[in-house]
């Protein structure tokens, strides 16, 4: 049972900021003082991390493992057990094992065909990438299909091979859908009769007043009691009725648009004949989007008439072979097959949408009165009514939700396995673990480049074609990544979505069942579409602001080669422990250690390493609760309620807060006074080993270490920034619906605000930085405006922290490239005179 009160720290198996992921096992390594072998494990998805904490523990941890760079969630305490992951993924291992045998030898001669072609069209897909790009570069607009194309015009015919039936046998059985109709029916039941309860009481409530009239008994309390009774019912009516009435797209999907007959005829015929062969629903309308998911949501009279509308990520046609794409798309479609199958799974999976988007709906202030946000006229008191109303039912909505989970798992596991037995129809059972790889790669590519996306467009710029980012980053993933995705695919996913990628326990339930494959020539779904790179480019554009700029891709995505080239040298430099901050340019202040020699500075440095790893944790722990213990000192100020425990408190006293801030910024003060110690010495060493350098080298240097001066203006600002951004980020997780902190909320944005252009000032007016192009990529608006409603409020303050922390990353990563340039020498140098290096550290 779930510890009440306490939480466990989750690894989402993904690193933050496109770091690589052996640094992310390197610092994680330091930061628990553990081998990297076993640090590995923390980029398991779902490996628990931390159990059994507070809310004061996990706030502490998940700041110091988001500072490495390591994607985690906080989840209540023994939801998730490492040893159950293990458990599967040794099974998977050993299934794998089994299936590397089968491929050598025991591969009956009728499927080999089959997984031949498919293979071939994967490596020819994966060949003929990498001789289009090179590594470092990025794919230009046309040339994004990367298999050779078919002849469209009279080929769709002949892609499929053999039987003309591509429905597997075994996924149409009546059985579980029988049994499985009344669960799935209860939540539709419950807002039904809900419905219907409301409507009865209303009606007999008003009743109430022509009865008393008929018998003579009218008075005040009578109609007072009627009209109360009414107005209540209507309200628990109105509070339901989302549930039915909100549409489907009230989230907005930017760039999602049909797809035209004259942009896609060949792939609607395409679509038309899987439809034919496999016995699967019709496809009505294609929907296309820059994302990477396949899926069908469709409408209760679509699943009876067995017409569909397909949601097409043109990501996904990009990226994969065009079986692969094909095979999603029978998945798809393959969920809703027959009336009352597709019915079936209407109930099960419709359910728990709408639901969410309910929740939603309650959380961004939308209401049956108004699904738009903006009420007018009457409509304003009701809807404001609805929606402090909406915010306490929120806890209901969740348990509604996990009581539909609990009554139709099974039900959505049978449906998964119908789905992908669809799907191997296609490919052919021996190629669907390969294809599932293929699967979990393009979802983590996907999710990378959203989140590079996202973040862009706080900054007012958009990626100009995010298919072919997309494909980029999945032709570019390195080993380690690839490595921790294949390990995920042991963890169980989730059966009530349907973009999730097969796990090995749907592999092998897929492979049991040794389907051929029944399309076996390679051909891209690119080869479809009148002009792919117009419309590619197009939903690009739609998904972004009025206001974005539209960015080159390889600007955004492209890794800054002399970024990496710097962290490398930092990391031999300063055995990888790095300053967090600037280097501080001053030697040391004892006599003592101002009078060692080269190699002598090196040794005391030896000596000072494992220290100087304590101290680095503990300033971005100290830091971390500081900012904490700020703003929930000033929230209390203001007369707002918060819970201690978030702000690493210990109650609600303002002097009390104000006091445990006091001590920490004594520690705080304390251990960058230390820190700044232990660097001093490096600076020293810095400066030996230039004045041992060759005149021409020196004097090369020296010129370098000037330009290093030019950032130390920057340096109080740059902690502004650190400080704003990590209180922007708490408020935008806290923040109450009713806005009572609007006051603090908008002292903190214009400190930012402030902080910002700053920080742009001191860079336009000095030459050095100016040189490096710092002042160009930092054209930032920072304007502190301050909206009414939560949800704007909310996304203000996430664009706000996204900007502040944008800037100081930016003008991070200029001074490390500067200050790699500079160490790189210093290196060689100490190489060239024979001194002792400064060993990497062993962790222990």
């Known amino acids: 049972m779930p510890g009440q009160g306490l939480f466990q720290i989750v690894s989402m198996g993904r690193t933050l900021y496109g770091k690589k992921p052996d640094l992310v096992i390197q610092d994680a390594a330091r930061l628990f003082s553990i081998p990297e072998a076993q640090a590995g494990r923390l980029l398991l998805k779902g490996w628990v991390i931390k159990d059994q904490l507070v809310s004061a523990q996990v706030l502490k941890y998940r700041a110091g493992l988001h500072n490495i760079g390591l994607r985690v969630k906080v989840y209540p305490a023994g939801q998730f057990d490492n040893l159950q992951l293990i458990a599967?993924?040794?099974?998977?291992?050993?299934?794998?094992?089994?299936?590397?045998?089968?491929?050598?030898?025991?591969?009956?001669?009728?499927?080999?065909?089959?997984?031949?072609?498919?293979?071939?069209?994967?490596?020819?897909?994966?060949?003929?990438?990498?001789t289009r790009h090179q590594p470092a570069a990025f794919p230009k607009g046309a040339g994004l299909n990367t298999v050779p194309p078919c002849n469209t015009t009279d080929g769709v015919e002949h892609l499929f091979s053999g039987d003309k039936t591509l429905s597997p046998a075994g996924v149409s059985g009546a059985g579980p859908?029988?049994?499985?109709?009344?669960?799935?029916?209860?939540?539709?039941?419950?807002?039904?009769?809900?419905?219907?309860?409301?409507?009865?009481?209303?009606?007999?409530?008003?009743?109430?007043?022509?009865?008393?009239?008929?018998?003579?008994?009218?008075?005040?309390?009578?109609?007072?009691?009627?009209?109360?009774?009414?107005?209540?019912?209507?309200?628990?009516?109105?509070?339901?009725?989302?549930?039915?009435?909100?549409?489907?797209?009230?989230?907005?999907?930017?760039?999602v648009r049909g797809l035209s007959r004259s942009e896609g005829r060949e792939l609607l015929r395409l679509f038309e004949l899987l439809s034919v062969s496999a016995g699967l629903p019709k496809v009505q309308r294609v929907w296309v989007g820059p994302g990477a998911k396949v899926f069908?949501?469709?409408?209760?009279?679509?699943?009876?008439?067995?017409?569909?509308?397909?949601?097409?990520?043109?990501?996904?046609?990009?990226?994969?072979?065009?079986?692969?794409?094909?095979?999603?798309?029978?998945?798809?479609?393959?969920?809703?097959?027959?009336?009352?199958?597709?019915?079936?799974?209407?109930?099960?999976?419709?359910?728990?949408?709408?639901?969410?988007?309910?929740?939603?709906?309650?959380?961004?202030?939308?209401?049956?009165?108004?699904?738009?946000?903006?009420?007018?006229?009457?409509?304003?008191?009701?809807?404001?009514?609805?929606?402090?109303?909406?915010?306490?039912?929120l806890p209901l909505i969740e348990r509604l939700d996990n009581l539909h989970r609990a009554l139709t798992g099974r039900a959505a596991q049978h449906l998964e396995t119908r789905a992908d037995l669809y799907a191997a129809g296609v490919i052919g059972s021996e190629a669907f673990a390969e294809f599932a790889?293929?699967?979990?790669?393009?979802?983590?590519?996907?999710?990378?480049?959203?989140?590079?996306?996202?973040?862009?467009?706080?900054?007012?710029?958009?990626?100009?074609?995010?298919?072919?980012?997309?494909?980029?980053?999945?032709?570019?993933?390195?080993?380690?990544?690839?490595?921790?995705?294949?390990?995920?695919?042991?963890?169980?996913?989730?059966?009530?979505?349907?973009?999730?990628?097969?796990?090995?326990?749907?592999?092998?339930?897929?492979?049991?069942?040794?389907?051929?494959?029944?399309?076996?020539?390679?051909?891209?779904?690119?080869?479809?579409?009148?002009?792919?790179?117009?419309?590619?480019?197009?939903?690009?554009?739609?998904?972004?602001?009025?206001d974005c700029q539209i960015v080159p891709n390889r600007q955004l995505l492209r890794s800054n080669c002399g970024a990496q080239e710097a962290a490398g040298v930092l990391d031999v430099y300063f055995n990888r422990l790095p300053?967090?901050?600037?280097?501080?340019?001053?030697?040391?202040?004892?006599?003592?250690?101002?009078?060692?020699?080269?190699?002598a500075t090196i040794n005391w440095l030896r000596g000072k390493?494992?220290?100087?790893?304590?101290?680095?944790?503990?300033?971005?722990?100290?830091?971390?609760c500081l900012v904490a213990m700020q703003l929930g000192a000033g929230l209390i100020r203001v007369k707002v309620q918060i819970s201690p425990q978030d702000y690493c408190l210990e109650s609600t006293s303002l002097v009390a807060a104000q006091e445990m801030a006091a001590v920490k910024r004594s520690d705080l003060e304390e251990t960058e006074r230390q820190l700044q110690q232990i660097y001093a010495v490096f600076y020293q060493r810095l400066c030996l080993a230039v004045a041992l350098m060759p005149s021409k080298v020196r004097q090369a240097a020296q010129i370098q270490l000037r330009g290093l001066s030019a950032y130390e203006p920057l340096?109080?600002?740059?902690?502004?920034?650190?400080?704003?951004?990590?209180?922007?980020?708490?408020?935008a997780r806290h923040l109450t619906p009713e806005l009572v902190e609007r006051e603090l909320v908008k002292k903190y944005l214009a400190l930012s605000a402030r902080a910002l252009n700053a920080l742009q000032a001191i860079v336009r007016s000095s030459e050095s930085l100016k040189a490096q192009g710092l002042h160009s990529v930092l054209d930032i608006k920072a304007k502190p405006d301050l909206p009414r409603h939560h949800r704007e409020m909310r996304a203000a303050l996430e664009v706000m922290e996204s900007r502040c922390r944008y800037a100081a990353s930016v003008i991070m990563e200029g001074y490390r490239v500067q200050l790699g340039a500079l160490l790189g020498p210093c290196l060689e140098q100490e190489q060239q005179l024979g001194v002792n290096p400064l060993r990497l550290l062993r962790t222990v």
Not at 117 to 125: C, D, E, F, P, Q
Request: contains cysteine; glycine residues 10%; positive net charge.
């Open 88 to 130: 599967r993924i040794k099974v998977a291992q050993r299934r794998r094992a089994q299936g590397t045998k089968t491929d050598r030898g025991e591969v009956r001669g009728a499927n080999i065909p089959a997984i031949k072609g498919n293979r071939t069209s994967a490596t020819m897909h994966r060949q003929q990438s990498a």
């Open 177 to 255: 859908v029988l049994l499985g109709l009344i669960p799935a029916a209860v939540l539709p039941g419950i807002f039904i009769l809900l419905l219907g309860f409301c409507l009865y009481g209303a009606g007999y409530a008003l009743w109430q007043i022509p009865l008393a009239i008929w018998h003579g008994g009218l008075n005040g309390a009578v109609v007072a009691l009627s009209l109360i009774s009414t107005a209540f019912f209507i309200v628990v009516l109105l509070l339901a009725l989302p549930y039915f009435r909100l549409p489907r797209d009230l989230q907005g999907k930017p760039g």
């Open 296 to 393: 069908s949501g469709p409408s209760l009279s679509q699943v009876l008439s067995q017409v569909l509308t397909l949601n097409l990520g043109l990501a996904c046609v990009v990226s994969l072979p065009g079986s692969d794409g094909l095979a999603l798309a029978a998945r798809a479609l393959g969920l809703y097959r027959g009336r009352m199958s597709g019915f079936f799974a209407w109930l099960v999976l419709d359910g728990g949408r709408r639901l969410e988007l309910m929740q939603w709906a309650l959380e961004n202030e939308r209401s049956a009165v108004c699904i738009t946000g903006t009420p007018r006229g009457l409509q304003k008191p009701v809807h404001r009514l609805l929606v402090i109303c909406g915010h306490f039912l």
């Open 437 to 546: 790889q293929r699967w979990h790669r393009l979802v983590h590519a996907d999710l990378l480049v959203a989140g590079i996306n996202r973040d862009a467009l706080a900054l007012g710029q958009c990626l100009e074609n995010i298919p072919a980012a997309v494909q980029w980053t999945l032709e570019n993933l390195d080993g380690e990544t690839c490595k921790a995705i294949e390990l995920a695919m042991a963890q169980a996913s989730d059966p009530w979505d349907c973009g999730q990628a097969a796990d090995d326990a749907r592999i092998a339930a897929v492979s049991q069942q040794r389907l051929p494959a029944r399309v076996t020539r390679a051909f891209s779904l690119g080869d479809f579409f009148s002009d792919l790179d117009t419309l590619t480019r197009g939903v690009s554009a739609a998904s972004a602001g009025p």
């Open 579 to 599: 300053p967090h901050t600037l280097l501080p340019l001053d030697r040391p202040v004892t006599e003592q250690v101002q009078g060692m020699d080269l190699q």
């Open 609 to 624: 390493l494992f220290e100087l790893r304590g101290l680095r944790g503990r300033r971005q722990e100290l830091l971390g």
């Open 715 to 731: 340096a109080p600002h740059l902690e502004q920034l650190a400080s704003y951004s990590k209180s922007l980020a708490l408020f």
